[in-house]
Each structure stands twice: as structure tokens, then as C-alpha cells.
């Protein structure tokens, strides 16, 4: 079963506007979450993180936010521009008996935001 | 540019060949990666590395193994590789402390 949910495939937005990319977990053991961005023929890179001890954590145009009571999280970009369409990975750090490697990461299977202009 | 090299960026290869994808890194991370990615699957776990010498299985590794004998390769073979493992390979490196990946640019491989 999937610990690290992205239940939205893909998203659509005008470019000014806000884009909001959700994400949710089972796994009550994760510890620290991270955002992806992928463009196409890329690795993916890192953009954004929360400890669990936060409920916010905002950098420029990028904020994260967490709900640990609803195991929920969201990435918000405002303003929306073209240059953020891309797939964007949520990912949260292994329960500590997960493959024995503190940084291994489980990945949500994406969701491509499409900024238009 | 310190940082993932991946190789090769794509290969085509016959059913039950071998096959292994070259990663190496410039940034002594202690830890190394490699996970799959495929449509609608997004990224999964193959084999880690948590230092030089030590390897642990992911969530997909069967068909899979990997080698670390030193800190900057960490190459992963496809003893004989199936139509299933088309897929494009991304390896990674992280200090264990953050939990931050960082990602080559991939391999794109096509078992047919």
C-alpha cells in the first residue's frame, strides 16, 4: 500500500495565480518532508522541506505546510509561473526500520503542474 | 561541476543481457541511491548504500544488485535484464543527516 500519496495526476493553472500541490501519508513514524521538482530528460531536485516539528516552512515564492493530525501536506507557489511546469514529487523520510538507511526517501508518484501564460 | 554522473543516458538492450549503469559522485556523500521511474509509479527504491563497503535492498531490488566499493561509484548491474525493467534509472547521493537527495540526470533503458 502506498505510504506517500499524490492523488492529483495533474493540475492546471494561469500563470499570477496560486498553484497548490498536495500530498498525503500514512505512515505517522515520517519525520521529514520534501518536495521534487522534475522537468522532462532531468534528475529530479530538490525544492523545498519540513520537519515534522514545523507546520510551515516557506522559501521565495515556495511554502510548505504540514498537518500532522490529518497526515497531510501541501506545496503552495504564488505567483504561478510558466518556469514551474514540471512534476513535482512529494517524498518522506523512512520510518527508522524502513531499509535501515535514515535518508531513504518514499516518493509520491507525482503530479505535473502546467502553468499556462 | 561537482555533482551525479550517470552513464550511459540510454541504452536499448536484448532480453537476458547483462547490463550495468555507471554512477558516480564528486560530493563524498556517504550515501548513494538508486531508484526507478516509471508512468504512474513515480520513484521506487531499487538498492542504497549507506557507506563505502555496505549495501541494503530498496523496495523493487529484484533483478537487481549493486556494489559499493568505494565512496563515489555506486554501479548497478541487470545480471539479465527483462522487458519489466525498461525504465529510467535515476542514482542519487545524500548525507544521511538531511534526507536531501540529489539526482543525476537519469538513464533511459528499453529491455526488448
Known amino acids: 500500500d502506498q505510504q506517500v500519496k499524490q492523488n492529483s495526476p495533474s493540475l492546471s493553472v494561469q500563470e499570477g495565480r496560486i498553484s497548490i500541490l498536495n500530498c498525503d501519508y500514512t505512515n505517522s513514524m515520517f519525520d521529514y518532508f520534501l518536495w521534487y521538482k522534475k522537468y522532462p530528460a532531468e534528475g529530479p531536485t530538490f525544492l523545498i522541506s519540513?520537519?515534522?516539528?514545523?507546520d510551515k516552512n516557506e522559501d521565495g515564492r515556495f511554502t510548505v505546510f504540514l498537518n500532522k493530525s490529518a497526515k497531510h501536506l501541501s506545496l503552495h507557489i504564488v505567483p504561478s509561473q510558466p518556469g514551474d511546469s514540471a512534476v513535482y514529487f512529494c517524498a518522506a523520510r523512512g520510518a527508522p526500520n524502513y531499509g535501515g538507511s535514515q535518508g531513504n526517501l518514499i516518493f509520491g508518484k507525482g503530479t505535473k503542474l502546467s502553468v499556462k501564460p | 561541476i561537482a555533482g551525479i554522473t550517470q552513464a550511459p543516458t540510454s541504452q536499448i538492450l536484448a532480453a537476458g543481457r547483462r547490463m550495468t549503469l555507471r554512477c558516480t559522485q564528486d560530493m563524498r556523500h556517504n550515501a548513494m541511491y538508486w531508484y526507478r521511474q516509471d508512468l504512474g509509479l513515480g520513484l521506487r527504491l531499487i538498492h542504497y548504500s549507506n557507506t563505502a563497503g555496505t549495501t541494503g535492498k530498496g523496495e523493487v531490488p529484484d533483478g537487481y544488485s549493486v556494489s559499493r566499493a568505494n565512496t563515489d561509484d555506486f554501479p548497478l548491474t541487470l545480471a539479465s535484464a527483462v522487458p519489466s525493467q525498461t525504465s529510467v534509472y535515476f542514482c542519487?547521493?545524500?548525507?544521511?543527516?538531511?534526507?536531501?537527495?540529489?539526482f543525476g540526470e537519469g538513464s533511459r533503458l528499453t529491455v526488448l
Open positions: 542519487a547521493s545524500s548525507q544521511t543527516e538531511t534526507g536531501e537527495l540529489f
Open positions: 519540513i520537519s515534522s516539528i514545523k
